[in-house]
């Protein structure tokens, strides 16, 4: 019998990749889903009949022990935490909530029911924020600039506490900036393919940006899943560094968005300085040496490939429906 699997945010972005990628190999698959109804399954559509969905919330204890008992996995991946960075500002503590004591919750909840589980917890580069050293590794120390990546660093380090304390096979995955087609419409990559595709269809002409020189580094979701599923597989468990090690700006993300539709982003971009974020992050870039090395994790999709997949999505939906295409929403890194 294959393994088993539960997934927190499993609706999200990284959820339907990783989704996607345990059931081809084998896997049962569980997703944790709040009950809530604005719940959107539109990543989930073509996965539904092929899924099994728990009822839960990460505020919530009791659920978590119930999802863990009904799922009975082998491996969880807590994926799920209020994600947006501009958001963490205006909800604070909410963001605290999910984020941080949302790790905490599900941890216990895996020493509690089954301490042999092997838990994933989804880090992220914003930990980093104001950078010490460039690229940064896994020994970079953190500097967070939000309540985000605040909220992130309680997360990793209570996962490195419950591994060393507990003795479980509990590990962090320091994600850089992974994105798609199947993005949310609040972050940057999303907004600036989505408005390229409107303005070359003529549904708008101009796109309102913060901040252009902010520089990150973007991959695929699909190739970055696959790096929290080696993680699982290994003979111990660490903490890892998953990037491209590469760094465009936004100004460059724009240019090859752009380029792709024929059109000069210059004559349709404009900036506002309302979506500047009150402590900015300028530049993040990966040494995901050590994935590379233990894990044999390369990513696949370049930069130029990814604005192009995410651009080519953006029109094939507004053409086939652009009467019901959804509006901009302001978007920061």
Known sequence: MGKRALITGITGQDGSY?????????????????????????RLAHLQDRI?????????????ITALQE?????????????????????????????????????EAVRVVNP?????????????????????????QFYPRSPYG??????????????????????????FNHESPRRGLEFVTRKVSYGAARIKLGLDRHLRM???????????????VQAMWRMLQQDEPRDYVIGTGVTHSVRRLLEVAFERVGLDYHQHVETDSRLL???????????PTKARRELGWEPAVSFEQLVAMMVDADLARLQSNSAQAAPVAPGIL
């Open 71 to 107: 799922s009975e996995a082998d491996e969880v991946y807590n994926l799920a935490s209020q994600s947006f960075v501009p958001t963490s500002w205006n909800q604070p503590v909410l963001t605290g909530e999910f984020t941080a004591l949302g790790v905490t919750r599900m941890l």
């Open 277 to 287: 974020r009150p402590a900015e992050v300028h530049h993040l870039c990966a040494d």
């Open 52 to 64: 099994d969905l728990i009822p839960g919330d990460l505020l919530d204890q009791n659920s978590l």
């Open 210 to 224: 913060g901040n252009l020189d902010a520089e990150r580094d973007w991959g695929f979701a699909g190739d970055y």
């Open 116 to 140: 042999r589980i092997r838990f994933y917890q989804a880090s992220s580069s914003e930990m980093f924020g104001m950078v010490r050293e460039t690229p940064q590794s896994e020994k970079t």
């Open 150 to 175: 605040v909220a992130k660093l309680y997360g990793h380090w209570i996962t490195v506490n419950y591994r060393e304390s507990y003795n479980l096979f509990a590990c962090s995955g320091i994600l």
């Open 18 to 42: 990783l989704a996607e990628f345990l059931l081809q190999k084998g896997y049962r698959v569980f997703g944790l889903i709040r009950r809530s109804s604005t719940i959107n399954f539109e």
